[in-house]
């Protein structure tokens, strides 16, 4: 299941990732209220709405705001088979502690504002850090929507390299 953030327009992540996900579209948010109005709760909760359909045995991917869908429901749904964060992180405190034996791919760049000037980057470390099963990834960089070729953030070498990742991932987890 991938949860992306630009309800806008069709992300162009690449195809071969998603291939066998269902998108989930979640409105952008700033700081406690999303740019729609909605507290992130309610954002959380439509990420659990469009998941319960799903089986459990997933692995998990958000995109930025989606991040928050799906970490919580890696880190909650009994069976999940992985999680995959891409430009953001939250604490696992967050979601009651990162699963002892879940696996994490985390991705973001080295001077994304975001990831790294908001905090994202110390919540992946602690993860990272706390399991067994997990990596981060930092590409260099300033860009926060690096690996979505319909934007000009886009990084053809660092999307390419992310994607090589995200399918070993996915082979060995998925």
Request: hydrophobic share 35%.
């Amino acid at each position: 299941m991938i949860d992306h953030s630009r309800p806008h327009k069709e992300s162009r992540w690449p195809r071969c990732c998603c291939s066998t996900t269902r998108r989930v579209r979640l409105p952008a948010f700033t700081r406690s209220r999303t740019s729609c109005g909605r507290p992130p709760d309610e954002i959380l909760a439509r990420g659990e709405r469009a998941a319960e359909a799903l089986p459990n045995e997933l692995v998990y991917g958000g995109f930025s705001l989606g991040v928050l869908a799906a970490q919580k429901l890696a880190q909650t749904r009994s069976g999940a088979r992985g999680a995959m964060l891409f430009y953001a992180c939250v604490p696992a405190e967050f979601f009651g502690g990162w699963p002892a034996g879940l696996p994490v791919q985390i991705h973001g760049m080295d001077n994304d504002p975001v990831f790294v000037g908001e905090g994202d980057i110390d919540a992946a470390r602690q993860i990272v850090d706390s399991t067994d099963d997990a990596e981060l990834f930092l590409y260099p960089g300033d860009q926060h929507y690096f690996a979505d070729s319909s934007l000009p953030s886009y990084d053809a070498d660092a999307t390419a390299l992310l994607t090589r990742r995200v399918l070993d991932f996915l082979r060995t987890h998925g």
